[in-house]
């Protein structure tokens, strides 16, 4: 589990896709400090598991379903990426859940400075804005972030400076693609609420929920 705050950006060094062994190398420190084989790491918010490590550089191997569902199939030797790591048991919860499995994509359709502040707008499909919702959570590119404004095709955020300058979307401009998770407790209560044939055969649904009271 992950808490959508970015300890560092680090740069790739090598992408490597083939049909069955496709990975990354990510240059860092941050991450690097207690690291072990098998570690997860959020890199621009997906997921992945430290499979080698030396020098100041961390391999993670990347399945062909992660590159196909994500914006990782964009990465080339010296792009920048958000990294966190798993959060510590004894660690501050200063975002919110974020598990690294992404639910899609979005593009930047605008950027624009608001005093301190700088908005960005992101079209996304509809199947994603239906978990947003305003003043609720979103990981961008793994970075916690509060949901400003939704419409029926897009969300804004507006980000302060210390986290323009200390993640990568402070780089981002109109056309990029970005990786989006939603809130991880709406897609729960949704699966529960929904009066679904899985769902009726555990007997919870939306008769049962309004006879008891909810």
Not at 2 to 29: H, M, P
Request: with cysteine.
């Amino acid at each position: 589990m992950f808490t959508g705050i970015i300890e560092e950006v680090g740069t790739v060094k090598t992408v490597k896709r083939s049909g069955t062994s496709s990975f990354i190398e990510i240059e860092a420190q941050k991450v690097l400090e207690d690291i072990h084989l098998g570690d997860s790491i959020a890199v621009n918010g997906v997921c992945l598991t430290v499979t080698h490590f030396d020098g100041g550089i961390f391999r993670a191997d990347v399945m062909n379903e992660t590159l196909s569902r994500s914006s990782l199939r964009h990465l080339t030797p010296g792009s920048h990426v958000n990294l966190e790591r798993a959060m510590a048991s004894n660690g501050r919860f200063g975002g919110h859940i974020v598990s690294g499995h992404i639910d899609g994509t979005g593009t930047v359709s605008d950027v624009r400075n608001d005093g301190i502040a700088v908005w960005y707008t992101i079209d996304t499909s509809a199947n994603l804005l239906r978990y947003i919702v305003e003043k609720g959570s979103i990981a961008i590119d793994g970075i916690s972030l509060t949901v400003a404004k939704v419409t029926e095709s897009s969300f804004s955020v507006s980000i302060i400076p210390h986290t323009a300058a200390q993640t990568t979307l402070g780089t981002k401009k109109k056309g990029d693609i970005v990786n989006l998770e939603n809130d991880i407790i709406g897609k729960y209560v949704e699966k529960l609420m929904r009066p679904t044939e899985t769902v009726s055969q555990s007997g919870i649904t939306m008769d049962f929920l309004t006879k008891n009271g909810f």
